[in-house]
């Protein structure tokens, strides 16, 4: 509960006051579920907002309007809309009886002054034309377009091809649903195909206002859609709105600390992600440090994330004499104070290029044909 605390609190920092870390969503289920809301909500921060996560029945909308005190104007409801989950899932008898039941919840916190955001989960196997936009205009008309909608990708089978036909091609899904309704769309992505960021992105290239993330990927089976990996590219693509970047680091140190293990090679916040092995690679990052260009082998500078002190070279059986000769040079001033002078026509870095490579090599054994 206390790790949900920092989190909110390291996200309000990385926002910065931008305002596009938007909210944050909470259950209300739990004891602890419903300190944590209250504990949110005493922050008193405009960024992130704090808004809660029921389903779509009159019990959880009963349930928000006691424990929130009016203090919730926003309420996620989950809505399964697929034929798969309407049928198998919620055991309606009929797709028009799933829109008669969830248009119950929703107006009761309508007239409670709490905007709906209907999760429309599994939609990428829904009936898009059939029964998803016709819903989503019977709640716009019944709410007098105050609900904002949720296209969930439930099992990540999405495609963010402009080619690929409904329902699984994400950009005329999105484009669809925004040109039949005008409704206010946000994109819920899981990374079962490894889609989820590129899903994510495409939804907002095609009409969707929001997306949604987690820390590292974090959710169910392989994961959501990591937020880190959206705020890049939103950065790559809209450009910097004033992010605190180095943030980053203290989230995943956080996150790594209290929940999961960070992957040494996750994309942005990993804690390897700089770091060469290949020999090619090695001579490419020692040359970008007096290239007119700049970076050669690496994206973006590791100071972006607050990163400033760096070995960007690990010595192994892919290693070239670049990197040998970098390493040299870095643990020489780390020694000394002074600028190493090693590089590869020293004889002490072919001595260990030499000695590594052997090393990796092993000593044939003739007898059984194999080395060890």
Known sequence: NDAKLKYFDLLHQL?????????????IYQKRDIWTLEKLLERGYDYPQVTTWTRAIPKD???????????????GMLASCS?????????????????????????????????????????????IQGW?????????KETQ?????RICDTVGVGIPDPYVSLPFGIPKLVSAIVMNTGAELEFHG???????????IAALAYGCKR???????????????????????????????????????DLAELIHREVAPIVVKQPIVGSDIFTTHAGLHQTGVQR?????????YLPYAPSILGRESLEFNRIGALSGMDGIAAVLNSQWQLATGEKGKFNIASKLVKRIYDHVQAAYDGTYISAVDKYV
Do not use: W
């Open 15 to 27: 926002d910065n006051g931008t305002g596009c870390i938007e909210a944050v969503e909470v259950f």
């Open 61 to 75: 909308i009963k349930m928000l309007i006691e424990v929130s005190g009016g203090k919730i104007k926003e309420t």
């Open 83 to 127: 034929d798969h989950h309407i049928f198998d899932k919620m055991g309606f008898h009929s797709k028009e009886e799933a829109v008669e039941k969830y248009l119950v919840p929703i107006l009761i916190a309508c007239e409670h002054g709490i905007r709906p955001r209907i999760h429309l989960e599994d939609a990428t196997k829904a009936d």
């Open 132 to 140: 998803v936009i016709p819903f989503i205009e019977r709640v716009m």
């Open 145 to 149: 377009g105050l609900a904002r909608f």
């Open 190 to 200: 899981h990374n079962d195909f490894g889609m989820a960021t590129a899903n994510s």
């Open 211 to 249: 997306v949604n993330t987690a820390f590292a990927g974090l959710g169910e089976r392989t994961g959501n859609t990591p937020l880190e990996q959206v705020l890049a590219s939103y950065i790559r693509i809209f450009g910097d709105p004033g992010f605190k970047l180095p943030t980053l680091i």
């Open 288 to 296: 970008q440090v007096d290239a007119p260009g700049g970076l050669i």
